[in-house]
């Protein structure tokens, strides 16, 4: 389980870029239930990208304190690391040009030495096995794995830097905004493919987008986050029954197909 | 009345021998909004940038496409400024990218203005805060010139891409291109944008190309459809005929896969009853 709770996050104003001091989390409280799917909702700016950063620990908050399986965050991260991960939304900048496909995803791999990456069980597995295994976890082709990133789409990238999300055999997996800049028809596989990996490898997610309709194809419950203010939480099957003000006219303003 | 007439619009990178957008047809009346839908890259912005002579690099534009009377493909530079400034609006999804980080959104709105409509300084002053009032981000009453006096960081990209709108729509071309112009907003920004490119076309008869991934908004918006895929359209039609009957194979996935992500969504918000 993860418990946030009452997080406070403020940055200082420089006057170099002439940006004002803000208060960008103020007095923020959530909970995801081990192996559950919270979805986190919110205009941009609202302050999502920021929870996301303190609750993998790049960040700390001001106020607060979040809990792993009931443990101080940073206590929990030195006695699990790499148990935490992350998928963002822009891909092209999170993996290193450079690198081939394999190389990618053997350096998660590898980065975890000694820490039970996924498929690392036996000392002598075939290091490229690995990763033809997870390329299969994300329905991507063997022969991808000598491509450099530019020489993929979109979705296939994606997918390459989900499955190095997954390498390390992650109990929680943080995906911030990571299907909106996909296609519609990449965003139902990749949903889909979110979905499987959750259950075959029972993570739990917390999974941000601005994509109401995204979200509750994939969550259990939501958060509403406005202007560093959690203002509603429900399940997804509730969802027609939200009250605040905030949650209402998003709801409302949604144009379904 | 026919506003434009595209033919055999073809879009070609000759250094690579790619052909970017291909035999591209279609045309647009008064009060119309054409609704382009397809997977990313398959030509889309291309085709757009096309008409508006704003492609990037070397590319070989051939075909035609009429605006009252004129060719747009290979128009001069000034005139085709021109008719970017006073006829033709384009609006992209990147709002961000459109200011200059180094001037308030007042001063940039107003010399919009300045250039567009040759106003004096005070006019054009008034006309930014007007824009921040269309769009909803100044309550009457309310002080347009908190908005103004901000600098673009300063803003929620779902604001600046509102305020993009309302420069747009106070242009008041005869047509608008809005290329994705809300796919990274919130549904309250998105549902803002929307309703305003809606009523300037009731008030005006504007007419509009739409391009989005979004089949809901595209349905909600378009009068006539286009599918593309590989630089070709697959498909064209009446856009509530294409949702309804979609004959190609690729229209079919698309609309089915949208489907499926908002299902869980519509179930939730209609079996939930009571939504008043
Ligand atoms: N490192 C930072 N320094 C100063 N301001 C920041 C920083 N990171 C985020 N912010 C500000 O915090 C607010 C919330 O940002 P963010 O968490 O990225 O929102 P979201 O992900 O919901 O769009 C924004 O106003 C943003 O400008
Ligand atoms: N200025 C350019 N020079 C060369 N190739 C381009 C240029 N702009 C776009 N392309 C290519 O043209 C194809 C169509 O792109 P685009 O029209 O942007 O697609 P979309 O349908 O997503 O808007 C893509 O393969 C893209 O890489
Ligand atoms: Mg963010
Ligand atoms: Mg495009």
Redesign the interface.
Known sequence: MIEIRNVKKSYRGSWLSGKAGKEVLRGVSLTIPEGGCTGLVGGSGSGKSTLARLLLGLERPDAGEILIEGVELRKWRKEHPGKMSVVFQDYTASVNPRYTVEQILLEAVTAQTGTGGRGRKDENTDLTEQARSLLRDVNLPEHLLGHYPHELSGGQLQRVCIARAVAANPKILVLDEAISSLDVTVQEQVLELLAGLRKKYSMTYLFIAHDLQAVASICGDIYFLHQGVIEEHCACRDLSRVRSSYARSLLDSVIIF | MELLKVEGLTVRDEEKGETLAENISFSLSNHECLGIIG???SGKSVTCRALLGLLQGKLAVTGSAAFGGEELIKMAPQRLREIRAQHISLMMQDAMNAFDPLYTIGAQLAETFREARGMKRREAWEAAAAVVRSVGLAAPGEDPARVLKK?P??L???MLQRCMTGLALALKPEILIADEPTT????????AI?ENIRRLRRETGMAVIFIS?????V??LADRLLVMRRGRIVESGEASEVFEHPQEEYTR??IE??????????R????????D
């Open positions: 997977e990313s890259g600098y960081h300063q929620s990209g779902g990274a907003l919130d549904s309250i920004n998105q549902r929307v991934h979004d089949l809901g908004v349905k909600y996935y698309l896969s949208r489907r499926r992500m908002s299902g869980q969504f519509r939730a918000v209609s079996e939930g009853g009571a939504h």
